[in-house]
C-alpha cells in the first residue's frame, strides 16, 4: 500500500485528453441524467402534441355570442391566425439537447424566446381572450408547461452538484469549436495560398510575356511612332498657340479695319481659330488684308502702344511666315495621320495591351488573396487553443485532484 493510500488518499490517474469526454460522461453515470433528460423529453414531447391540438381547437373554435359585428369578427380572425402562427412557430423550433450540460442555456433560451413571443402577441392575446378565453387557456397551459418542465429538469441537474462538470463540458467543447474552427481557417488558408501560389505563377509568365514583346523589334518601331505622334502633336500645339498669341493682339485691329467690310466673317474665323483657318486659306487672303491694314494703321484710331504692338506683329506675319507655318502645319498633320494608323494597326501594341490586361486582372486577383490569407492568418493567431486545453485540465483538477490530464 502506497504512502497517499495510507493517508486516505487516492492513486494518481491519468487520463488522455482527447478521452475527457468520456471520463466526465462516466462521473455523471450514476445520477442517469440520460434516463431525467429521455422522460423530460417524453413529457415535451406530449406537451408540444397538445398545444398543436388546443391551436387545432382554437382555430376551429367559433363564437358563442353569434351576434358580434361582422367587422369585429374579421378582426378577431385576424388576431387569432396571427396568434397561431407564432405560436406554431415557437412549437416547431423546440429541440431539447442530450447533453445534460447544455440543459441550463437550452432553458434559459427558451424563457427569452417564451418573453418576446408573450410581447409580440400580447394584443393578439387581449383580443383573443374576449371571444375565446377557453381555448386560448388550453394553449398557453401546454407552452407555459414546456417551460416548466425544462426549468424542472434543470433544477433537478442543479440538485446533483454537477456544476463543474457541467463548466468543464462547457470548457471542452469551447476548445473542441475553436479546434474545428481552426483547422477550417487553415484548410481555407492553405486554399488561398495554393491559388496565390498559382496567380503568381501566372503573373511571372504574363510580365515575361510582356517584357519580350517589349524587346521586339516591331515594339521598338511602335515607340518611334509614339514619340514622333507626340513630338508632331507638340509641334501642332506650338504652332496653334502662337498663331492665337498672335491673332489675340491683332484682335481689335482687324475688327476695326473690317468691320462692315466683305472680309469681316472671314477675319472672325482668323481670331477664333487662327490655325483653322490659315488651313483653309489656300490663297492667303489674310495676308493681303494684313498688308492693306498695316498702310491705313493710321485711320484705326489705335493708341501709342497698341499701334506699336500692331506693327510688331504684321512684321512678323509676313506672307513667308504664313507659308511656312501653313506648310508645317500640314505637313505635322500628315505625319500625325500616319503615325496614328500605324500605332492603330500595331499587332505588338494589341497583344501588349491585352496582355497587361490580364495582368490587371491578375494584380487584383493576387491582392485580394493575399488579404484574404492577412485577415485568415490574424483569425487563426487570435484562437489560443493551448489556453483553452489549459483551462480544461485546470477544471478536471478541481473535480478530481487525482487525476491528471495527458496530452494526445
Known amino acids: 500500500m502506497g504512502f497517499l493510500s495510507f493517508l486516505g488518499g487516492k492513486k494518481t490517474e491519468n487520463v488522455i485528453f482527447s478521452d475527457i469526454d468520456r471520463w466526465l460522461d462516466k462521473q455523471v453515470e450514476g445520477k442517469r441524467f440520460d434516463q431525467r433528460i429521455a422522460r423530460t423529453k417524453s413529457l415535451m414531447k406530449g406537451l408540444i402534441a397538445d398545444g398543436y391540438k388546443y391551436l387545432e381547437e382554437l382555430e376551429k373554435a367559433g363564437l358563442v355570442n353569434t351576434n358580434i359585428p361582422e367587422r369585429a369578427k374579421h378582426m378577431m380572425d385576424g388576431h387569432r391566425r396571427t396568434y397561431i402562427i407564432r405560436i406554431k412557430r415557437f412549437l416547431d423550433d423546440i429541440n431539447i439537447p442530450d447533453d445534460f450540460s447544455q440543459i441550463g442555456n437550452y432553458a434559459a433560451r427558451i424563457s427569452e424566446s417564451l418573453d418576446s413571443l408573450s410581447q409580440e402577441t400580447q394584443k393578439n392575446y387581449m383580443v383573443l381572450k374576449e371571444f375565446l378565453e377557453v381555448e386560448l387557456t388550453r394553449v398557453i397551459k401546454a407552452v407555459k408547461g414546456i417551460e416548466e418542465e425544462l426549468v424542472k429538469l434543470q433544477s433537478d441537474i442543479d440538485k446533483e452538484g454537477v456544476e463543474l462538470i457541467k463548466e468543464t463540458k462547457i470548457r471542452l467543447n469551447q476548445f473542441k469549436d475553436d479546434a474545428m474552427k481552426k483547422e477550417r481557417l487553415e484548410q481555407e488558408k492553405a486554399r488561398l495560398e495554393s491559388e496565390l501560389d498559382m496567380l503568381l505563377r501566372k503573373k511571372e509568365k504574363l510580365d515575361g510575356r510582356i517584357a ?20 508632331s502633336e507638340e509641334r501642332i500645339n506650338a504652332i496653334e498657340q502662337e498663331l492665337i498669341s498672335i491673332f489675340s493682339e491683332l484682335n481689335r485691329p482687324l475688327k476695326k479695319y473690317t468691320h462692315n467690310t466683305p472680309h469681316e466673317k472671314f477675319v472672325d474665323r482668323y481670331i477664333a481659330d487662327p490655325a483653322g483657318a490659315l488651313q483653309e486659306d489656300d490663297s492667303f487672303v489674310i495676308s493681303e488684308i494684313l498688308k492693306k491694314m498695316g498702310q491705313e494703321l493710321d485711320t484705326l484710331d489705335l493708341k501709342d502702344k497698341q499701334l506699336d504692338k500692331t506693327d510688331e506683329m504684321l512684321v512678323k506675319l509676313s506672307r513667308e511666315f504664313l507659308v511656312g507655318r501653313k506648310v508645317e502645319f500640314s505637313r505635322l498633320k500628315s505625319v500625325c495621320r500616319d503615325a496614328s494608323s500605324k500605332i492603330n494597326k500595331s499587332v505588338v501594341a494589341l497583344n501588349i495591351s491585352e496582355n497587361e490586361s490580364w495582368l490587371k486582372s491578375l494584380d487584383h486577383k493576387i491582392s485580394q488573396a493575399e488579404k484574404g490569407i492577412a485577415a485568415l492568418n490574424k483569425q487563426i493567431e487570435e484562437i489560443n487553443l493551448n489556453y483553452l486545453k489549459q483551462k480544461v485540465k485546470e477544471k478536471v483538477k478541481e473535480i478530481a485532484a487525482h487525476v491528471k490530464v495527458i496530452d494526445d
Open 212 to 231: 519580350e514583346l517589349k524587346s521586339s523589334k516591331e515594339y521598338e518601331q511602335f515607340r518611334e511612332c509614339l514619340d514622333e505622334n507626340k513630338q
